[in-house]
């Protein structure tokens, strides 16, 4: 199939085999490499434009305008951290202002983020729930009770939010969340009616395998070989492509506690900067700067292809059934078996590798993804960019 590689700043991603696979190699002579354009002057295809318009309620003026704010918020994000220090209580994109919405606990600090923003007083700063939440993890472990789906700092609501199944509460969940919501009056309830799963399955086709069985996302071309999920497979599984040759194996992986892993791949194999997009185009990658919360994200995967939504929020502590991982980012992107590891964009910019979630295509869900810059980090890993 004929591929067009785009420049795309709109927020996206392959959660297949786009990067690192060797069955790319093939497309490579017939790919057309738009030309690359500055962050502060957004491009997007016509096709990821139907996508944000289809998933976001947008028109395409509107996705051009979303995409130029959003941008402005991120290096707004990064400025007010530095200017209120400890004061700072956290931050999101407000789609409905078109600015990012800052909060602090010292009114006297507001007035040093000048304008362009929309300022908001709370009574906790982020450093204050940060140190609730890590409370919460050390008290609970690995695993917490099969109930309790995660919990995680809520800037909105300036709180530390607990997840729980209100079909699966039983004596152990009422315990928890006793014992937690005794911790700080900023710990708070939320009944939710579905728990998160890890998103991977034992089917054939798109885009690899582990150990010839279970079949994952790629996420990120890196130097060496790619990232993906950290339950797709332990270090030592050997990983192929859809054909069945194999192109390498997990050289390190992190699950539970994190959900990460790096795939080292044959020297044979030819990595790509890009991300594949299921309908015909590839999209560049030019770093891995992060967006704030309210932004809008999007994704494709092997199972599912591509979707759009927004980045709700970060630094989840998620209970699977197989243990907790914690600083997951929860989005209202769905996705179904088998795009675990894939890879989430936004404005060209590498967010992270899928995890898992609850609900479906068909009729929504929320999904969580790890961050990428903890994975480069823990490994030493560089990304393969188009620029």
Not at 301 to 327: A, E, H, I, K
Request: charged share 15%.
């Amino acid at each position: 199939m004929k591929r067009t590689v785009v420049a795309r700043l709109c927020a996206a991603v392959l959660l297949a085999t786009g990067l690192g696979a060797a069955s790319l190699t093939s497309a490579s002579a017939s790919a057309k490499l738009a030309p690359v354009s500055p962050l502060t002057a957004p491009r997007i295809t016509q096709a990821m434009s139907e996508a944000m318009q289809r998933d976001l309620g947008l028109s395409s003026a509107e996705v051009r305008t979303r995409l130029a704010q959003e941008e402005a918020a991120r290096a707004a994000e990064q400025s007010a951290r530095t200017r209120l220090g400890d004061s700072y209580a956290g931050s999101w994109f407000d789609p409905k202002s078109g600015t990012l919405v800052v909060q602090t606990t010292d009114r006297a600090r507001a007035a040093r983020l000048g304008t362009g923003v929309t300022v908001r007083v709370v009574a906790n700063s982020r450093a204050e729930l940060d140190a609730v939440k890590t409370g919460i993890d050390r008290f609970a472990g690995k695993a917490a009770p099969a109930a309790i789906n995660g919990w995680h700092v809520d800037d909105k609501t300036n709180s530390v939010v607990v997840a729980v199944n209100r079909h699966k509460i039983d004596a152990p969940a009422k315990s928890f969340l006793s014992s937690v919501t005794a911790m700080h009056s900023s710990v708070r309830v939320v009944e939710e009616d579905s728990s998160p799963q890890t998103v991977a399955d034992v089917v054939g086709g798109w885009p690899y395998y582990i150990d010839f069985a279970a079949r994952c996302s790629e996420g990120f071309a890196v130097h060496g070989g790619f990232v993906s999920a950290g339950h797709c497979g332990v270090a030592g599984s050997t990983v192929s492509d859809h054909t069945g040759v194999v192109i390498g194996s997990f050289a390190a992986s992190s699950f539970p506690g994190n959900d990460y892993s790096f795939v080292s791949t044959d020297p044979s194999v030819t990595l790509w900067g890009y991300v594949e997009g299921y309908n015909g185009f590839w999209y560049y990658v030019y770093g891995s700067a992060q967006v704030p919360a309210g932004s809008g994200i999007c994704r494709s995967g092997s199972t599912t292809g591509m979707w759009c939504g927004t980045l709700l929020d970060r630094g989840w502590t998620v209970n699977y059934p197989q243990g907790t991982v914690f600083n997951l980012t929860r989005t209202n992107v769905c996705a179904e078996p088998g795009d675990s590891g894939g890879s989430w964009l936004s404005a060209n910019q590498a967010q992270g590798v899928t995890s898992g979630g609850s609900g479906n295509c068909s009729v929504g869900g929320t999904t969580f993804y790890q961050e990428i810059n903890p994975i480069l980090a823990a490994y030493g890993l560089t990304l393969v960019t188009s620029s």
